[in-house]
T-cell receptor, first 109, second 115 residues
Framework: GQNIDQPTEMTATEGAIVQINCTYQ??????LFWYQQHAGEAPTFLSY??LDGLEEKGRFSSFLSRSKGYSYLLLKELQMKDSASYLC??????????WGAGTKLIIKP | GAVVSQHPSRVICKSGTSVKIECRSL??????MFWYRQFPKQSLMLMAT?????????EQGVEKDKFLINHASLTLSTLTVTSAHPEDSSFYIC???????????FGPGTRLTVL
């Protein structure tokens, strides 16, 4: 079956760095997405990885290892506004997104 | 670019009534539109995928006669929840994809409350 696993909740301190891990199992693979979702709002796109390695975009970076079925989202210089849920989603061979349940990130001052 | 609007943002209705939600891609033509439902503290659940001019493909367990989807043009898809019941109360989100399928652009979502 297809499955996305990510931690339910994480806590970090303002100004620090946090890494949110995601493991995936999909039927075929057409990329791994990370989305940010604030409470009561729709998800917003953060990153897309289809090749192994690290993609850096400002304070956010995303890493992919296809051989391990593993990805992580790295958030640096955390700000209070980064408090949100972070959704990991794998795209299968039918171009359908398989969604994780999301990781709720709590930022403390 | 790649803005998706959704209307209404919030709706409260009585049990037994029907509710229509519109999803529009404002600055691009969406070859595919997706409808999701999200219950509190849960992940997005894909309900159906629709391509312009053809019937929607529904996910297993989603009643197509209850959740009517119309994708009449490359910029508009509608979801109608027919005979809504309290258990249909949820956050409904649409997304639109372009030809490359690499990214879905989400609408802001519609909060449906059925009394």
């Amino acid at each position: 079956g297809q499955n996305i696993d990510q931690p339910t909740e994480m806590t970090a301190t303002e100004g620090a760095i946090v890494q949110i891990n995601c493991t995936y199992q999909t039927s075929g693979f057409n990329g791994l997405f990370w989305y940010q979702q604030h409470a009561g709002e729709a998800p917003t796109f953060l990153s897309y990885n289809v090749l192994d390695g690290l993609e850096e975009k400002g304070r956010f970076s995303s890493f992919l290892s296809r051989s391990k079925g593993y990805s992580y989202l790295l958030l640096k210089e955390l700000q209070m506004k980064d408090s949100a849920s972070y959704l990991c989603a794998g795209m299968d061979s039918n171009y359908q997104l398989i969604w994780g349940a999301g990781t709720k990130l709590i930022i403390k001052p | 670019g790649a803005v998706v609007s959704q209307h209404p943002s919030r709706v409260i209705c009585k049990s037994g009534t029907s509710v229509k939600i519109e999803c529009r891609s404002l600055d691009f033509q969406a070859t595919t539109m997706f409808w999701y439902r999200q219950f509190p503290k849960q992940s997005l659940m894909l309900m159906a995928t629709s391509n312009e001019g053809s019937k929607a493909t529904y996910e297993q367990g989603v009643e197509k006669d209850k959740f009517l989807i119309n994708h009449a043009s490359l910029t508009l898809s509608t979801l109608t929840v027919t005979s809504a019941h309290p258990e249909d109360s949820s956050f409904y989100i649409c997304s639109a994809g372009r030809g490359d399928y690499n990214e879905q652009f989400f609408g802001p979502g519609t909060r449906l409350t059925v009394l």
